[in-house]
């Protein structure tokens, strides 16, 4: 396999930690009440800051103070680590840094200065074992170990200081789309990984993988999509496990520790195909799980299943929040789990048995010849949603001038609650974008939780896919193009920019061959590379993306070999069902922030979040945006949060919803801050990438303190 090569100088690295396991690892951890020294603020994942400098009461004389702008623009999705005065943060290609924390200044950066990488990365792992100090992040399907003083690869981890995350999948699995996002999570000399494959059929399996932290080798490995006599596998058909056609089952938003018990909490997302299961009929265990795994072994302890035989691509999309809950005058140390779908499942941490009721409730049959969709589907019965998941013709967007033509399309498509994509088109409310996102939620240490949503219904239809010898009076890159990218791009390559998905008319105006190769090898944001493809087969592509192809067809197509498997139907993209102006077909608000009370399963406050610009320059406030990226909270009673497209950066009363403070930032920041305090001075800190739903690019890190 191809390794990217690194200068010993180049690629930095924080000093992974972990000396031989302990019970309790954080008291191997730097002084976690200046620091923010793990992902999400700690192996809880619960976003919570003990720190009270900056209060409600002083909150609105924050000023900025420092920035660091990195050299490339474009998302950056990183919550950054803080440890000792030291910031380490990825910019929007992924070089990682580290920056003296009071002021910004860049002490050292690190990546491959010959290779771009244009995947979207989270942050870093950060361990230290004694005086031993690592740093563990990700270049494409490479985990490396960087001396987090220097910034240099540590070659005693893996092969030449990297770990292949293709490791332990299995040979099927040897050249497919294989990256991780999120940071991984550490227990003991452990590290476990998520990674996010390609959801096509045809991914890789997303077994759940701990890698020792001091050599790189793999550890143990959970198999999602069991083996002949293992838990599960009877869910699946017979030669599910070996199929080369099914994948995925992966945990690609990260997981929660408990250290203390030894326990690790997993979730993961849909089968693949994501919106098709003929070929995969069952109950489909691993998939759409909260596992709970012992941490040293990967032994399954127990597992919830949130959606059986997922066909609507509804993956848990963040890590679940490890808390503590009083019922009935009884402390219960729990783990919540938020979804996609607006849903809060909340279990005790030990045992798994649900805190509040779930009911399996009838959900309509799937009308595509070869599904057989679920009958019944887990709904709690508390909380009550965080986001809207039904739509009636009452809820079409008041504000908007083309109520008529979106009247039609709303009656034109099926809309009951876990409705299956059918030909004739589907809503999904909220949309695959959530309800709940990869930011997560946060929370207090009494129970609270605190989760921004997404309030965006999509519309999903399904059509027949090309058989093959109705590709065969297409060109070479034409049958390519129909296999890989149609969905997304569309037919016509017009794209859908509103939904993310850029258009591929005249590529070849806006950038160059080497540009469009390397993304079509190995992806770009949230698209997936295309590592199956032959050379001769990405020569083809580009050649009919470009218009120098030679039309050739029949005996000419057919020279190409299909390395995709065979698939009945397609889905004709992810769209978003909006307005002419690109606004929500429903009214607002589109994102809201909420705060709920785990120990009775009721409601504190809701809010709209963000706001439309144009709308509230014509006097409709409240709207609410889309948003990317979580909150923060505080002991003192603050809840910060930038995520927004209105590029502002916000501060919010934890205990009313009451907005103290907001501010511009430099780009939409679409990511989830961190704080931390240094020589006595407690700072705010937010990624600036923007880059989405149609913001401005940015490449900025900024600070705000207290003067």
């Avoid at 965006?456 to 399904?462: A, D, N, T, Y």
């Amino acid at each position: 396999m191809k390794r990217l090569l690194l200068p010993l100088g180049a690629l930095a690295a924080l000093a992974f930690g972990w000396s031989h396991f302990k019970p309790n690892l954080t008291d191997d951890k730097p002084n976690d009440n200046t620091n923010w020294s793990e992902y999400l603020g700690g192996p809880d994942r619960n976003h919570f800051s003990a720190l009270s400098q900056i209060t409600p009461d002083n909150v609105s004389k924050l000023k900025v103070a420092w920035t660091y702008a990195a050299r490339d623009s474009g998302q950056i999705q990183t919550n950054p680590i803080i440890v000792d005065g030291v910031l380490y943060g990825v910019t929007p290609t992924v070089q990682v840094f580290a920056l003296d924390a009071a002021t910004g200044k860049e002490i050292w950066k690190a990546g491959d200065p010959l290779k771009t990488w244009y995947s979207t990365c989270r942050g870093v792992t950060y361990w230290q074992s004694g005086d031993e100090k690592r740093i563990l992040y990700t270049v494409g399907p490479l985990l490396y170990a960087l001396d987090a003083r220097t910034g240099k690869i540590i070659p005693s981890f893996g092969e030449n200081g990297h770990a292949d995350l293709h490791e332990g999948l299995g040979e099927a699995a040897k050249d497919k789309f294989v990256i991780s996002n999120t940071p991984g999570t550490l227990f003991g000399d452990l590290i476990v990984m998520p990674v996010r494959v390609a959801e096509e059929v045809g991914g890789a399996p997303g077994y759940i993988r701990a890698f020792n932290v001091r050599t790189g080798k793999l550890t143990w490995t959970f198999r999602t999509i069991p083996y002949p006599g293992e838990y599960g596998y009877n869910t699946w058909p017979k030669e599910a496990y070996r199929n080369p056609d099914i994948g995925a089952a992966n945990n690609w938003s990260g997981m929660a520790v408990d250290r203390r018990r030894g326990i690790l909490y997993v979730p993961t997302g849909s089968a693949s195909y994501d919106f098709y299961g003929g070929n995969r009929l069952g109950q489909n265990l691993f998939a759409n799980c909260l596992l709970a795994l012992d941490a040293k072994t990967g032994k399954r302890l127990w597992h919830f299943q949130a959606v059986h035989h997922d066909v609507w691509d509804r993956d848990f999309p963040a890590p679940p929040n490890l808390i503590t809950v009083t019922q009935n005058g009884r402390k219960i140390d729990a783990v919540a789990q938020v979804t996609k779908a607006g849903f809060v499942y909340v279990f005790d941490r030990v045992t798994g048995k649900p805190l509040f009721p779930i009911k399996e409730v009838p959900v309509p049959k799937s009308d595509i010849p070869g599904e057989m969709t679920w009958p019944t589907q887990p709904v709690p019965q508390k909380p009550a949603p965080f986001a809207r998941q039904t739509m009636t013709e009452a809820d079409i967007n008041p504000h908007s001038g083309d109520r008529d033509s979106l009247l039609t399309v709303f009656r034109s498509v099926g809309k009951r609650f876990f409705e299956p994509i059918s030909k004739r088109g589907s809503l999904m409310f909220p949309g695959t974008d959530g309800g709940a996102e990869w930011g997560g939620a946060a929370a207090d240490p009494d129970g609270i939780l605190y989760v921004n949503a997404n309030d965006v219904p999509w519309i999903f239809k399904m059509i027949d896919a090309p058989k093959n010898d109705e590709l065969a009076h297409l060109s070479p890159g034409q049958r390519v193009y129909s296999q890989n990218c149609i969905s997304c791009h569309g037919p016509e390559r017009k794209g859908n920019a509103r939904s993310g998905y850029p258009s591929l008319i005249d590529i070849g105006q806006r950038r160059d061959r080497p540009y469009v190769t390397q993304i079509v090898s190995n992806g770009k944001g949230m698209m997936p590379g295309f590592t199956a493809l032959s050379a001769e087969e990405k020569q083809a592509l580009l050649a009919f993306l470009f218009g120098d192809e030679k039309q050739e067809v029949g005996s000419s197509a057919a020279m190409l070999k299909v390395k995709q498997p065979y698939l009945p139907y397609k889905i004709t993209g992810y769209n978003k069902f909006q307005d002419s102006k690109g606004y929500p077909a429903i009214a607002p608000p589109w994102g809201t922030l909420n705060a709920i009370n785990l120990n009775s399963g009721e409601y504190l406050w809701k809010i709209p979040l963000g706001e439309d610009k144009d709308l509230k320059a014509k006097g409709i406030r409240n709207s609410g945006t889309e948003n990317y990226g979580g909150p923060v909270i505080t002991a003192s009673g603050l809840l910060f949060i930038a995520a927004t497209k209105d590029e502002k950066f916000r501060a919010f009363d934890k205990k009313t919803g009451k907005l103290l403070w907001e501010t511009d930032l430099p780009a939409a920041g679409f990511a989830t801050p961190a704080t931390y305090q240094v020589a006595g001075k407690q700072f705010v800190v937010i990624a600036c990438g923007g880059a989405k739903l149609g913001a401005k690019k940015g490449n900025q890190y900024v600070a705000f303190a207290l003067p």
